[in-house]
């Protein structure tokens, strides 16, 4: 008898929605199903999510790609888990949420970072965690949650991160998170791959607070009946620990030796060199686990790469909205038509892309995004070419970094939902100067987890064997030197704008302009 053909199930909670793809194992997406969730924003600088609204929706994509996919769900071998990093998810003692997840994207947390620098000066926190101190990591959100919400602070037993909690849902047993998001706890020791006592003492918390450490493509549970009714899931189907999203996405494009960069557009815009030692941190460099024992990934972070580009769309590209909704077609695709109508750097317009502050390498919670250069002869082609450009600007500062430090780049590959456009891919190498690779699967991260989940379940012996069967790439993007003279002239306008903002005050001004008129608005 023939034997049966295995797939795999990739399952990313990511941002702005979830994905569950379904892959045979020469990495061939058979169905995907994509939902949207929303996120909240109660006060300017503040993101919330519903968690338990989250896991809804993640199972019934689940259930849609399953049913489209068309295969028996005993045939699916295993589910890898891509989660968002650096989230806040307090429980109770039953594992339940106390209040909404606090999301990496929140800004809160100012005053605690100032508390935080009363104890440990910027430079020894960097060099113990390998994080530049800053909103995004978790500890301050605790020190938010002491001081702020004393009340659901005592009735917190945990906090977690999405993984732990997303994979608790599906059935396993307590909370586990992935080896490549425990830096994102702040109290971390990425070099050693332990907790860092003199950070817990100085901020007051146990390992017990927090997930459970565990390795990528670690199996730790199966689906049991009630899970497989919501998710259409096989019971009995493993359920293994993937990575952040980041992370998983550096395993879905193959960059898993020294030396291969990636670039990921998503909801977040990551710049990862995987490297063979923890180096020091440098230039607000995350340093972070890899996926693959025994290597790192030196990480820059912007916070609002391709939601600037949903920002765009939901707030300027209303008439796109309606286009794609009569038509049934793509409004991102519609804009990206557009900006094809513009030329490079937008007619001379320069977008600021720091609508959830600023990340690598600059790490300001008050820079806020602008654009700069406007004139009655400019159009919305040229607005939304300029954000797409804006998005790779911020990237560019993460790879002068790496090339300032002297470090070995061999490849750099393009992941992430903006690969779907030409366009940007090209902008990119563009704006980089350098060849970009593409690949045939767009979805990263979910191809990431899968892999990590056949580890797991032992349908690969290892990452690196799942990476050799299911990551395939396609083209290659070479430089237009006139573009790139454009861009490099871009580029440099665009860090004399930050920095003009930054020592005139005017992004303080305004940060302290939007919290006196959050107060205002509370008050009525």
Not at 145 to 162: I, S, Y
Request: aromatic share 8%; net charge negative; proline share 5%.
């Amino acid at each position: 008898m023939a034997q049966q053909q295995q797939y795999l199930a990739g399952i990313d909670v990511g941002t702005t929605g979830t994905r569950c793809s379904i892959f045979d194992l020469t990495g061939t997406r058979v169905a995907s199903e994509y939902l949207e969730y929303p996120s909240t924003y109660p006060h300017p600088g503040w993101v919330e999510q519903d968690i338990r609204f989250m896991i809804e929706r993640c199972m019934e994509a689940c259930r849609k790609s399953i049913e489209a996919a068309g295969v028996a769900p005993e045939a699916i071998a295993s589910i890898g888990f891509s989660t968002q990093r650096s989230v806040t998810c307090p429980v109770d003692a039953g594992g339940q949420p106390v209040r909404d997840m606090i999301s990496w994207q929140d800004a809160r947390t100012g005053a605690e970072v100032e508390d935080m620098r009363q104890l440990i000066s910027d430079e020894e926190y960097y060099a113990l965690s390998g994080l530049p101190m800053g909103t995004t990591w978790i500890i301050a959100k605790i020190l938010w949650m002491r001081k702020n919400e004393p009340e659901l602070f005592a009735k917190t037993a945990k906090v977690v991160q999405n993984q732990d909690i997303v994979l608790r849902a599906f059935g396993a047993d307590g909370f586990c998170t992935d080896l490549s998001c425990m830096p994102f706890y702040g109290v971390w020791d990425v070099r050693n791959a332990t907790w860092n006592r003199k950070l817990m003492e100085l901020f007051d918390v146990t390992p017990e607070l927090f997930g459970t450490p565990t390795p990528p493509g670690t199996q730790v549970g199966v689906i049991g009946a009630e899970i497989a009714e919501r998710t259409g899931f096989a019971v009995g189907t493993p359920i293994c620990v993937g990575a952040g999203d980041q992370n998983c996405s550096v395993v879905g494009m193959g960059a898993i030796k020294p030396g291969m960069a990636t670039v990921t557009l998503g909801t977040a815009g990551l710049a990862i060199l995987a490297v063979d030692q923890p180096v020091p941190g440098f230039g607000g460099m995350m340093i972070t686990h890899h996926a693959v024992p025994g290597q790192w990934e030196v990480e820059g972070l912007s916070n609002a790469a391709a939601s600037s580009f949903r920002w765009f769309r939901d707030v300027v590209g209303k008439s796109e909205l309606k286009q794609a909704c009569d038509s049934n077609s793509d409004a991102y695709q519609l804009l990206t038509q557009l900006a094809e109508q513009s030329t490079p750097g937008a007619r001379g317009i320069l977008y600021m892309p720091y609508l959830a502050t600023a990340g690598t390498p600059r790490w300001n919670p008050e820079a806020r995004s602008a654009f700069i250069g406007l004139s009655l002869a400019h159009n919305r082609a040229d607005l939304v070419r300029s954000v797409m450009e804006g998005v790779v600007l911020e990237i560019r500062d993460m790879v002068e970094e790496w090339q300032r430090q002297e470090m070995q780049i061999d490849v750099l590959r393009l992941g992430g939902g903006a690969t779907k456009s030409a366009l940007w891919n090209q902008i990119q190498a563009d704006i980089y100067g350098r060849p970009v690779q593409t690949l045939r699967e767009s979805d990263t991260t979910v191809l990431g987890a899968a892999i990590l989940g056949g580890v797991g379940a032992g349908v690969f012996n290892s990452i690196a064997e799942g990476v050799g069967s299911m990551v395939h790439v396609t083209g290659e993007l070479e430089p237009d030197a006139q573009a790139h003279a454009i861009y490099e002239d871009l580029y440099q306008a665009y860090r004399s704008a930050y920095e003009g903002l930054t020592q005139s005050g005017t992004y303080h001004r305004l940060a302290t302009l939007q919290q006196r008129l959050s107060s205002l608005d509370r008050k009525m």
